[in-house]
């Protein structure tokens, strides 16, 4: 086996191939983008929170500003996704505002199926924006695949929030 869970709920460990991930009660366990290669999405244990830790072995991975913690559902083949992005108003390198940036994102979110939680808070320091989704397997694939097409669908709600604000290229996505 290749992801062994020891302890109580009060005092988990997790292994993976042989070793010990680091995580904290409640928290997300950080799984390293290089053991994900050998695990298909049935090796997590349901219902733990992992995040990918570093990129995965295809160069794929998150930004910086983005945790996406996710979990394996019991439903065989599914997973559970929590996306919170952060963002430091005096780090914001944006082409356009930081507030209208994210809320075009929230727009993109709110008229999406399959979002759910969708919150955005901003301060004058900083500015969040949360949302989940579910992930289901519809073929065979290992977990750097169903790491990789998460990866997509967080990447995609970017783009098309920052589409938004271009003039007239909101139709080039099928005008959502």
């Not at 991930?21 to 050998?38: H, I, N």
């Not at 930004?63 to 394996?72: C, N, W």
């Not at 709110?110 to 992930?135: A, H, K, L, M, N």
Request: include cysteine.
């Amino acid at each position: 086996m290749y992801v062994q869970v020891t302890g109580d709920r009060d005092n988990l460990s997790v292994i993976v191939m042989g070793e010990p991930l680091s995580g904290q009660l409640g928290g997300p366990y950080l799984l390293p983008g290089r053991l994900v290669k050998a695990l298909k999405p049935e090796d997590l244990p349901p219902d733990i929170r992992f995040k990918l830790e570093g990129s995965l072995p295809s160069g794929y991975g998150f930004y910086p500003e983005d945790l996406v913690v996710f979990r394996r559902e019991k439903e065989h083949g599914s997973m559970w996704i929590t996306v919170t992005s952060t963002y430091q108003a005096q780090e914001w390198d944006g082409l356009f505002p930081l507030e209208a940036t994210l809320l075009a994102r929230k727009q993109v979110l709110d008229q999406q199926q399959g979002f759910f939680g969708v919150e955005y808070e901003s301060s004058e320091q900083t500015s969040t924006i949360r949302y989940e989704f579910g992930w289901e397997q519809k073929e065979p694939i290992d977990l750097e695949a169903a790491l990789e097409a998460i990866c997509d669908t967080v990447f995609e709600v970017e783009a098309r929030g920052n589409a938004r604000l271009w003039p007239r290229t909101d139709r080039h996505f099928g005008g959502s």
